[in-house]
T-cell receptor
């Protein structure tokens, strides 16, 4: 089976750095996605990791370790607008179109 | 290039009525996916369609729910005889292919059953 775990909620301070973890138990997958979702809005794509390692994209970076079944999303120089839910999803090997989603981590940014 | 368009954005239905949600994929995209998101939960896959074909409906309840993507016009998710538990956000997404491509989401349709 496949299971994706993320912390339910995190709080961080404006200007700081926060790391949102995602652990998964799956027999294998093509890649791992991170999406951002503001309340009442659609998810928007942040990153897609296929290979192990860190992918940096501006203030956001995503890391994947297949051997450890672990990914994280790193947000730097936090801004108030970063308050949102962050969803981790995997694209399983046996389905090249389905995404299996975590429940998301609600990130609250305080001034 | 318009994004994925969904309508209505908000829909209120009484128990027992029908809800019909529409989705026009992004231009050039021939793959459409429907997801449901219950309050405080992650997205759950419902159905994957290509033009005139349902490829995978394994995530869709067997009763009352149906989906289509006709040759002409938008994809439609239809919920018959709605119940309170159907209240959720329904997101449509599209992609140009299925090979690890990013999928793009519409703004969602919020269904409230009263």
């Amino acid at each position: 089976g496949q299971n994706i775990d993320q912390p339910t909620e995190m709080t961080a301070t404006e200007g700081a750095i926060v790391q949102i973890n995602c652990t998964y138990q799956t027999s294998g997958f093509n890649g791992l996605f991170w999406y951002q979702q503001h309340a009442g809005e659609a998810p928007t794509f942040l990153s897609y990791n296929v290979l192990d390692g860190l992918e940096e994209k501006g203030r956001f970076s995503s890391f994947l370790s297949r051997s450890k079944g672990y990914s994280y999303l790193l947000l730097k120089e936090l801004q108030m607008k970063d308050s949102a839910s962050y969803l981790c999803a995997v694209n399983p090997l046996d389905s090249n179109y389905q995404l299996i989603w975590g429940a998301g981590t609600k990130l609250i940014i305080k001034p | 290039n318009a994004g994925v368009m969904q309508n209505p954005r908000h829909l209120v239905r009484r128990r027992g009525q029908e809800a019909r949600l529409r989705c026009s994929p992004m231009k050039g995209h021939s793959h459409v996916y429907w997801y449901r998101q219950l309050p405080e939960e992650g997205l759950k896959f419902m159905v994957y369609l290509q033009k005139e074909n349902i490829i995978d409906e394994s995530g869709m309840p067997k009763e009352r729910f149906s989906a289509e993507f006709p040759k002409e016009g938008p994809s439609i998710l239809r919920i018959q005889q709605v119940v309170r538990g159907d209240s959720a956000a329904y997101f449509c997404a599209s992609s140009p292919s299925t090979s690890g491509n990013t999928i793009y989401f519409g703004e969602g349709s919020w269904l409230t059953v009263v």
